[in-house]
């Protein structure tokens, strides 16, 4: 198990950014570097759902929805994963989650509230 502090959630409206932190303090540098990150979103009502991942080798993959809006990368020197949103759009309000593991994810943040308003 990873432990994960997000942050950065807030309340922002439309066409605004955020950007989501995921630290993973207490992880020594092969397990962060040998891990895939992972960011979901759950809305309320709504199943969870992928937002966007960085494996790692590298490669990151998004949803159709954010593609174009949203960035994910990291930061391995400070155990961090972000996740850079612009242009938010109200039906991005959600509860975001980061999580981690090896080719899937075993390991999930606490979550923090994006609020989009129109």
């Known amino acids: 198990q990873v432990w994960l502090v997000e942050s950065g959630g807030g309340l922002v409206q439309a066409g605004g950014s955020l950007r989501l932190s995921c630290a993973a303090p207490?992880?020594?540098?092969?397990?962060?570097?040998?891990?895939?990150f992972y960011w979901y979103r759950q809305a309320p009502g709504k199943q969870r759902e992928s937002v966007a991942n960085s494996t790692k080798d590298g490669i990151t993959d998004y949803t159709d929805s954010v593609k174009g809006r949203f960035t994910i990368s990291r930061d391995t020197r400070k155990r961090t994963v972000y996740l850079q949103m612009n242009n938010l759009k109200p039906e991005d309000t959600a509860v975001y989650y980061c999580?981690?593991?090896?080719?899937?994810?075993?390991?999930w943040g606490q979550g923090t509230q994006v609020t989009v308003s129109s």
């Open positions: 999580a981690t593991g090896r080719a899937t994810p075993t390991s």
């Open positions: 207490r992880s020594i540098l092969s397990t962060f570097s040998g891990n895939d």
